[in-house]
């Protein structure tokens, strides 16, 4: 496979330019594209005229380039995550019905969670977890719920490398979360990533106990009610559970 001068192969720079796009950005000019993948402006001009020709991006008269609509038709053909979806939207439907708020879906990529899906109604509060969205485990009871349902290994794997960028979170406390979790079945956080909003979700877990998936639910900080919203979302993951089998 043919290389560029410096070293990366004509894959590494399509995969680099195609995730330059960040969350909740539809659209880049050009040169913003070729900056933030890190590619001389003559290559992201070439390899974006070449997607474009395949679907895969959109080079707009205005200079503005776009993930195409053949990019998102191959993703959803193919994702992993789609079987999970689709056992999972029928009790994301009864849990929002219930509740009037927002419900997500999320799976644990790395050392984040990233949801794959989120069903939200107008009025419901703030929900920063956005489709194909991701947060770092310490922050989000979705990435709690996750990585507190895994084997230890894997726990002290990321307990090692753990380092909150603003110094506000030890590697002890997450150590205690992770445990509480596990513990509970259950992660909450309050106030973290929204002050007016309580974030509490459950493993969807494997015959092996380990979670493949979290369910939660983003609710108003007045409004938690724990004694209710724990069972019925654990009901509910226990039924997507069943309609995955093994895994």
């Known amino acids: 496979m043919a290389n560029s001068r410096s070293g990366d192969s004509?894959?590494?720079?399509i995969v680099r330019l195609i995730s330059a796009f960040p969350q909740d950005v539809s659209a880049l000019q050009l040169s913003e594209l070729?900056?933030?993948?890190?590619?001389?402006?003559?290559?992201?001009h070439r390899l974006v005229r070449q997607l474009a020709g395949h679907g895969l991006l959109e080079a707009g008269p205005d200079g503005m380039v776009r993930p195409g609509l053949r990019l998102w038709e191959l993703v959803n053909r193919t994702s992993p995550?789609?079987?999970?979806?689709?056992a999972a939207m029928p009790f994301m439907e009864d849990i929002q019905q219930v509740l009037n708020q927002n419900v997500n879906l999320a799976v644990l990529d790395g050392w984040e969670a990233l949801f794959v899906e989120r069903l939200s109604r107008r009025g419901s509060v703030a929900n920063r977890a956005q489709v194909a969205g991701r947060m770092p485990i310490h922050i989000s009871s979705a990435g709690l719920a996750l990585m507190g349902h895994q084997d230890k290994a894997l726990q002290a794997e990321y307990l090692g490398q753990f380092a909150d960028p603003d110094g506000k979170v030890t590697r002890e406390a997450i150590r205690a979360l992770l445990s509480?979790?596990?513990?509970q079945g259950f992660a909450q956080l309050a106030?973290?990533?929204d002050p007016d909003t309580w974030g509490i979700a459950v493993p969807v877990l494997n015959?092996?106990?380990r979670a493949v998936a979290s369910l939660g639910v983003v609710v108003p900080l007045r409004e938690v009610r724990l004694q209710a919203l724990v069972p019925a979302l654990q009901t509910a993951a226990r039924g997507i559970s069943r309609s995955l089998g093994d895994s």
């Open 10 to 13: 004509v894959v590494d720079r």
């Open 81 to 86: 995550t789609l079987a999970l979806r689709q």
């Open 34 to 44: 070729s900056v933030r993948a890190g590619l001389p402006l003559t290559t992201t």
């Open 180 to 183: 509480e979790t596990s513990r």
């Open 191 to 193: 106030g973290v990533v």
């Open 207 to 209: 015959r092996r106990q």
